[in-house]
């Protein structure tokens, strides 16, 4: 049977949710983006088949409905269609990372031909709009579904079977579950990378090299503080009672190891940071969490003309797609190294194999 899917908002993860859906047979995508570029491309692309530039009249042609936008104008949608005439069931589900106030919303609609799944897809990029949308976004992913008061097991089956191209990993939570969760390994991980740039840049005032020194490891930890700020403003206000409590929880445990430092206790530190060792070494390898990951190698090159273009060459011939490239520890004449990202595991993994057999010395970052 032909479904309508109505698609609000066309950027990285409405964008690339679309693409998936518009791979199914009987499925006719509607896309609303107040971009027209946006527009323009997905049609040219066939990524949606038709276009409105209202809300209301593109629900009335729907099977299922994706917002795909900020949690507040998600919520505005949400009361909005209590007031719209439906002639026929209308399944509505959600991508916002914070699901209280999302679910209050669904569980207060009374209309009789509404329901509410709401959903998470736990993967994302550095860059946003539909131009950074790509089909294989949510490969491997998890992808959290929460259904509101109204909703029953069957329309989860339906969403899940509706992003089946995704060849996300479904799982079912509670709103309370979901916020928590994400708040421990997502939303409070971007405010602390935030506090780190701040700080960062208020000692360049003291030691303008601080630029230089901070393209390495502090770049990779406080990546996630690039993201679009009028997003996790949002977010975090969202979610502002839960982020409150873990920042006092997070000034409670820098006390204590501030604590151990003033008190000179190596014993403790040294426990302190195995501790962290060993929980940070048993999280799953290949498994994709909540904040985008990459997956690097480090390769050993000399100095010489085409050292870089033969190792990229190597993996071009492969077909394997690269992220990032960065130069590290290179000094004239001697021995360097080439730090590649991937956005796959498995492309890691095989670019060691390729280069390894062209006797290069290759390092897997775990």
């Not at 089946?164 to 939303?187: G, N, P, Q, Y």
């Not at 048993?282 to 000399?302: E, N």
């Not at 990229?312 to 990032?324: P, Q, R, T």
Request: with cysteine; charged share 25%; proline share 3%.
């Amino acid at each position: 049977m032909k479904q309508t899917v109505l698609i609000v908002g066309l950027g990285l993860i409405g964008g690339s949710l679309a693409m998936n859906v518009s791979k199914k047979e009987n499925v006719h995508v509607i896309g609303i983006d107040q971009d027209p570029e946006t527009i323009s491309m997905a049609r040219k692309q066939g990524v949606i088949h038709s276009t409105s530039h209202d809300f209301s009249d593109a629900v009335k042609q729907a099977d299922v409905c994706v917002l795909a936008t900020p949690i507040s104008i998600t919520i505005q949608y949400l009361k909005q269609l209590e007031s719209i005439e439906l002639s026929k069931s209308l399944l509505v589900t959600d991508v916002s990372s914070v699901k209280n106030n999302v679910l209050e919303a669904a569980n207060n609609l009374s209309h009789s031909k509404v329901s509410f799944v709401g959903g998470h897809p736990m993967a994302g990029s550095h860059k946003q709009g539909y131009t950074a949308a790509k089909p294989h976004l949510f490969e491997n992913a998890i992808y959290v579904l929460t259904p509101s008061l109204h909703a029953s097991v069957h329309e989860a089956e339906r969403l899940k079977d509706l992003f089946s191209e995704t060849e996300a990993r479904f799982l079912t939570f509670s709103t309370k579950e979901h916020d928590e969760m994400t708040a421990v390994i997502s939303h409070f991980p971007h405010l602390i990378a935030s506090s780190l740039v701040h700080q960062a840049k208020q000692w360049q005032e003291t030691h303008p090299y601080i630029e230089q020194l901070a393209a390495g490891g502090f770049k990779d930890i406080t990546r996630i503080a690039s993201s679009n700020p009028k997003l996790w403003q949002d977010i975090f206000f969202q979610n502002r009672n839960l982020l409150i409590s873990m920042l006092d929880d997070w000034m409670k445990e820098m006390g204590k190891v501030k604590d151990f430092l003033q008190n000179e206790e190596s014993e403790r530190t040294y426990k302190y940071l195995l501790d962290a060792k060993h929980y940070r070494d048993g999280l799953p390898v290949r498994d994709r969490g909540a904040i985008p990951a990459f997956y690097d190698i480090y390769v050993d090159i000399h100095d010489q003309p085409g050292a870089i273009y033969h190792v990229i060459g190597l993996l071009a011939d492969e077909e394997i797609s690269i992220k990032n490239i960065q130069i590290l520890e290179i000094r004239e004449g001697i021995t360097g190294v080439l730090r590649i990202s991937f956005a796959e595991s498995d492309e890691q993994w095989k670019s060691k194999k390729v280069l390894e057999a062209h006797q290069y010395e290759v390092m897997v970052q775990q």
